[in-house]
């Protein structure tokens, strides 16, 4: 799935890396807590996320994670913004909360392993 | 054989993380394949919050030989008291505060062990700890 397609479902605004959005990810993770993060996650390339710090986009760099999307409204500042842009990361915020944004993009094919 | 140093500033979790990303970018540059660097990443990474939050910072030095990476991060803490429990999956002694940035869920020393082939504990009541990985490339 497109990162474009991922921002239509969601009705997401972009945040950063808008040059970037039309590069593919294959699976997803949903988390507000890193330590699992960094601990289960495998594979996923994005991140769903309701928790805002700067550890936030630190947890994403040493996955390897191509984007971050805020849910609830949630809104990173701009030095947040200015680290996840300088390791190429795409952020977007939707006004959705964690359940239904995972379920529009599972439902829509994105699955949460690789297939 | 490139070695690197880190500072890590305690109790600064608005700069945690950026030795972990320092070391990506040197690994990178010493040609490891992706995958390895990311379980360094992690083990650096995990390694680089618990000094952070728990044991007012202190440095890392990671050294790559072309076949090793090897990780010695010492601590200026006050040392863990039970390294074996601490090891034990879910075992935290992290403050509320910490769980609401995102970590203390007591899963930090075990990734570690996990993503590492080989991790050494040394600590000292009172005077820190300190933790050497290994990652064969």
């Known amino acids: 799935m497109t990162l474009s397609k991922v921002k239509e479902l969601l009705g997401a605004e972009i945040l950063c890396g808008e040059s970037n959005m039309e590069q593919e990810i294959l699976s997803a993770c949903g988390s507000d807590m890193m330590s699992d993060v960094l601990a289960f996650v495998k594979e996923q390339s994005m991140l769903l996320t309701g928790l805002v710090n700067p550890q936030v986009m630190r947890t994403a760099e040493m996955m390897d994670m ?14 947040m913004l200015d680290l996840a842009e300088s390791h190429g990361m795409v952020v977007m915020n939707t006004p959705l909360r964690m359940y239904p944004s995972c379920g529009r993009l599972y439902e829509a094919g994105l699955k949460g392993e690789n297939a | 054989m490139v070695t690197e140093r880190y500072i890590v500033k305690g109790d600064d979790f608005q700069a945690a993380g950026s030795a972990s990303s320092a070391m990506k970018q040197m690994l990178r540059g010493a040609g490891v394949p992706m995958e390895v660097i990311r379980r360094a990443a992690i083990c650096m990474y995990e390694g680089e919050i618990n000094m952070v939050i728990h044991a007012r910072g202190g440095e890392a030095e990671v050294s790559f030989d072309g076949q090793e990476i090897t990780m010695k991060l010492s601590d200026n803490g006050s ?6 429990l601490a090891l034990k999956e879910g075992w935290s002694t992290a403050t509320d505060e910490i769980r609401g940035l995102g970590f203390g869920a007591g899963m930090g020393l075990p990734n570690m062990k996990r993503n590492s082939d080989d991790l050494t504990i040394e600590s000292v009541p009172g005077k820190g700890t300190t933790i050497v990985m290994k990652i064969k490339v």
């Open chain 1, 66 to 79: 191509r984007c971050i999307v805020f849910v609830r409204g949630k809104r990173p500042d701009q030095p």
């Open chain 2, 79 to 84: 040392g863990i008291e039970n390294p074996q």
